[in-house]
């Protein structure tokens, strides 16, 4: 069993803000796969399906960013999990908008949902990182993640999600490389190769071929000149 955690704000006023990226993407993965409706459970919402043959859990933790692991925690040990059931998908700031990096473990890097679940869990869990970009400074770092998606961040980010609902099956089964081709062949389309036309061969006609009048003798003795 897996316990998939997206994280976010409750509310809203949050609903569509770069914070909650988190909760769009689990949300895509329950639209996608037909999980049971959503349900108050844990200090948050939960619901329950099957992905790739394992049953997973999804979790979004509704007591504001900074007190995450209050409810993952209390999953967590309800379940009776380890550590290593959990995923977690967040926003990151230190990717460019769109692109999606799966890692296992490390540190929080000033995530305050991060550092709250490293204090109720450990931080040998799994992360999907999902990039919002960065503001450029900074002091403009709270303001932009609370911040709703731009006009033109909805291209990207629908493809993000679709490519996470894709994929979510592999990640369930442990294939975080699969996971990322799923979502790869959706923000990154493969090229068409460009088919050069064939040339083609003109056939020329025969030329014409001046008929010998001679007789064999006068062929014989020409040869002989």
């Not at 997206?6 to 909760?23: E, Q, S, V």
């Not at 619901?47 to 979004?60: H, R, S």
Request: hydrophobic share 35%; net charge positive; glycine share 12%.
């Amino acid at each position: 069993m897996k316990l998939f955690v997206g994280l976010g704000n409750p509310g809203a006023k949050y609903a569509m803000t770069r914070h909650n990226i988190g909760f769009l993407a689990v949300d895509e993965i329950a639209a996608s796969h037909n999980f049971a409706p959503w349900r108050k459970k844990f200090q948050g919402q939960v619901c329950e399906g099957v992905l790739g043959g394992e049953k997973v859990v999804l979790l979004k933790p509704e007591t504001f960013m900074n007190l995450s692991g209050q409810s993952v925690g209390e999953a967590v040990r309800f379940y009776k999990l380890s550590v290593g059931d959990v995923t977690v998908f967040h926003d990151e700031l230190d990717l460019l908008p769109g692109k999606c990096r799966v890692k296992q473990g490390g540190g929080h890097a000033g995530h305050n949902g991060l550092r709250s679940i490293h204090q109720h869990l450990s931080p040998e869990y799994e992360r999907v990182r999902l990039g919002i970009g960065h503001p450029g400074r900074k002091e403009l770092v709270s303001g932009y993640v609370l911040h709703a998606f731009a006009k033109a961040d909805e291209a990207w980010l629908d493809d993000l999600l679709r490519g996470i609902g894709d994929g979510a099956p592999h990640l369930a089964k442990g294939d975080a490389g699969k996971f990322m081709n799923a979502v790869a062949l959706r923000t990154v389309p493969p090229r068409e190769k460009k088919q050069t036309p064939k040339k083609t061969m003109v056939e020329k006609a025969p030329e014409p071929v001046e008929e010998d009048s001679r007789t064999p003798l006068q062929k014989l003795a020409d040869k002989f000149r």
